[in-house]
T-cell receptor, first 113, second 115 residues
Framework: AQSVTQPDIHITVSEGASLELRCNYS??????LFWYVQSPGQGLQLLLK??????LVQGIKGFEAEFKRSQSSFNLRKPSVHWSDAAEYFC???????????FGKGTMLLVSP | DTAVSQTPKYLVTQMGNDKSIKCEQN?????MYWYKQDSKKFLKIMFS???????INETVPNRFSPKSPDKAHLNLHINSLELGDSAVYFC??????????????FGQGTRLTVV
């Protein structure tokens, strides 16, 4: 079975600073990887996804993520964080033969002025 | 237009009651899901339906019963509510089962509080 680890429960970043949220997955074959964001009191919104091809994927709101097979990682990055980016971020993995996504436990992003 | 909509958004009820949460998607997707998000924000799949057929039924108490009257709707009925059922329940849908390159679209969630 696949699994996802998000090592950081909370991260605080100054507004305007760069951001990197870590995600590691465990799966024997090529995974399908996703990042979702959950703003307070809201549902989950897809930021970006990796299925195949270019390992650097661009998403909405200026986010990008890089798939590194050798490190089993799919870290989320943003060059300059805005206060509105404060939210919970979830990494998820899908895999052939499994009919659902497996989510990490989330990373709460706090943005300081 | 809301793609995946759930009702109600908030639900406060007493222990022992029976309640239902409704979900509708207008994306034309074949697959729908119920996820439970606990107080630590952990998301766990409960059920999945594909073309109205149950395809995933995780270890969930049988007090929880999903029903899919058609592809666009997936409801969740909970009998004899317990304090531990308090959580946020998310409905989601996808074009096909997310066993590959298919993303899931989520509703806004239903915050259930059992008192």
């Amino acid at each position: 079975a696949q699994s996802v680890t998000q090592p950081d429960i909370h991260i605080t970043v100054s507004e305007g600073a760069s951001l990197e949220l870590r995600c590691n997955y465990s799966y024997g074959a090529t995974p399908y990887l996703f990042w979702y964001v959950q703003s307070p009191g809201q549902g989950l919104q897809l930021l970006l996804k990796y299925f195949s091809g270019d390992t650097l994927v661009q998403g909405i709101k200026g986010f990008e993520a890089e798939f590194k097979r050798s490190q089993s990682s799919f870290n989320l990055r943003k060059p300059s964080v805005h206060w509105s980016d404060a939210a919970e971020y979830f990494c998820a993995v899908g895999a052939l033969g499994y009919s659902t996504l497996t989510f990490g436990k989330g990373t709460m992003l706090l943005v300081s002025p | 237009d809301t793609a995946v909509s759930q009702t109600p958004k908030y639900l406060v009820t007493q222990m022992g009651n029976d309640k239902s949460i409704k979900c509708e998607q207008n994306l034309g997707h074949d697959t729908m899901y119920w996820y439970k998000q606990d107080s630590k924000k952990f998301l766990k799949i409960m059920f999945s339906y594909n073309n109205k057929e149950l395809i995933i039924n995780e270890t969930v108490p049988n007090r929880f019963s999903p029903k899919s009257p058609d592809k666009a709707h997936l409801n969740l009925h909970i009998n004899s509510l317990e304090l531990g059922d308090s959580a946020v329940y998310f409905c989601a849908s996808s074009r096909t089962p997310t066993g590959g390159n298919t993303e899931a679209f989520f509703g806004q969630g239903t915050r259930l509080t059992v008192v």
